[in-house]
């Protein structure tokens, strides 16, 4: 267990690019943890498509218990086309990971980052930085592997299930956050619910539940917004928006389009996290189509590591791991930004390995340290 500055890390590299930005955050990890006093015990568990294929297993026997045991997981990507269980699907150890350690807070952060060109002619661009939190144990997920199809193939059925439970502790999970995002960047502390309450019962239901268990965050805006509309509001307006909790399949959905918005799935980092543990990988796959060549962007995977690093600082009360995480997010900036960092899914020439070396150097000598944090006010003034 992590004891002071101390965390044991199962690494969970996967598949394809999995693999690859799992290394270049691994440097970075190393550089933090070089100027910052951390120590890292960085346990490799295998996994995946490949790994199913040769042993008939998508994570070895022992693999949930490993996973459970250390202090965090670092996951890369796993899958791959082709290689899929009996009934036609792919294989998805990550989400049997969600389901067995309780992970129902899916993170998902939106931020622009400077140097990656706007994908939005609006100079507000530059300052969107919201969360869209995708509930990761139910809604349309918990039809997964139960779904049916009619004995004379005429129809199929899955079923959405919503819980009191798990709708209060997501609505609890993005007001803190929202009130500590409000504290440290200077976003309104506003929580927007999406979801399709017009329609049916189980979002009217998780619309009631949300609202009630927001009160008890009297400093908190709570709100709340259609899907359809926000996918809309996405493009239109995404600038507005702080800490968007939704249900698992519209936060999948949500997600990739708020990575589109920051320059794809590449920039796109994630955490799913619970009340006891937390798994760390970037919103994208294995990539079959760029695997083995060395041009993944690992900003994705480094951006995860830095969310890792934050939550086991607050876990732990280590102020110096949460130091580190503002250090990579900022050195992360400083590359693309000052540096000029082009990464290949940019058009650039930049490779996984290099991208690594440069954001890793940079919080090895503190050259990002004088950035100030990202106040949004400030950020305002500029745009
Ligand atoms: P994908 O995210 O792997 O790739 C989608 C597109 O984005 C591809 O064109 C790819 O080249 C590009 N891309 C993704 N990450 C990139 C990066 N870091 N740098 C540059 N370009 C990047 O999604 P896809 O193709 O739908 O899935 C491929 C495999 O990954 C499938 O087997 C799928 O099941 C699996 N997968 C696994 C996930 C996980 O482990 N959490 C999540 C999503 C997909
Ligand atoms: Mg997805």
């Known amino acids: 267990m992590g004891r002071g500055n101390a965390f044991e890390i199962a690494v969970m590299p996967g598949d394809g690019i999995g693999t690859e930005v799992t290394e270049a955050a691994i440097a970075v990890l190393r550089a933090a943890e070089e100027r910052f006093g951390l120590g890292f015990r960085f346990e490799t568990v295998p996994g995946g498509a490949l790994y199913y294929r040769e042993t008939g297993a998508t994570l070895p ?47 998902r952060p939106i931020r622009a980052i400077p140097g990656v060109r706007p994908v939005l002619a609006d100079p507000r661009w530059a300052e969107i930085d919201l969360v869209i939190i995708r509930e990761s144990t139910e809604g349309m997920f918990a039809s997964r592997g139960i779904g049916i199809v009619a004995d004379d193939d005429s129809e199929a059925r899955d079923t959405q299930v919503i819980t009191r439970r798990t709708t209060e502790r997501l609505t609890a999970f993005s007001c803190r956050l929202a009130r500590r995002r409000r504290e440290e960047r200077g976003t ?54 702080d800490v968007l909790p939704t249900e698992n399949l519209f936060g999948d959905i949500l997600s990739d389009l708020g990575a589109g918005l920051i320059g794809g799935m590449g920039f796109a980092p994630s955490a799913d996290i619970g009340d006891e543990h937390a798994l760390f990988q970037p919103s994208h796959g294995s990539a079959p189509d760029i695997a083995g060549q060395g041009i993944a ?34 050195s992360v900036d400083l590359a693309f930004g000052e540096k000029g960092v082009r990464s290949y899914d940019l058009g650039g020439q930049d490779g996984t390995v290099e991208i690594g070396r ?26």
Request: charged share 25%; aromatic share 8%.
């Open 61 to 107: 026997a022992d693999g949930m218990d490993r996973a459970r045991a250390a202090d965090a997981i670092l996951f890369g990507a796993m899958g791959w086309p082709d290689i899929r269980l009996a009934d036609g699907t792919e294989i998805a150890p990550q989400l049997d990971l969600r389901v067995g350690l309780d992970l129902y807070a899916g993170v």
């Open 358 to 383: 440069i954001v890793a150097e940079a919080v090895r000598l503190g050259e990002a340290d004088r950035a100030p944090p990202r106040v949004k006010a400030e950020r305002s003034a500029h745009a």
């Open 188 to 241: 309104p502390g506003r929580v927007t619910l999406v979801d399709k309450a017009n329609v049916f019962r189980s979002f009217a239901f998780m619309r009631r539940v949300f609202h009630e268990a927001a009160a008890a965050f009297p400093d908190i805006e709570a709100g709340h917004h259609y899907v359809d509309a926000m996918a809309l509001d996405l493009i239109r307006r995404p600038w507005d928006f």
């Open 297 to 330: 962007n690992p900003t994705a995977m480094i951006l995860s590591a830095a969310l890792m690093l934050d939550w086991l600082g607050e876990r732990h009360g280590s102020a110096d791991a949460r130091l580190a995480a503002s250090a990579i997010e900022r």
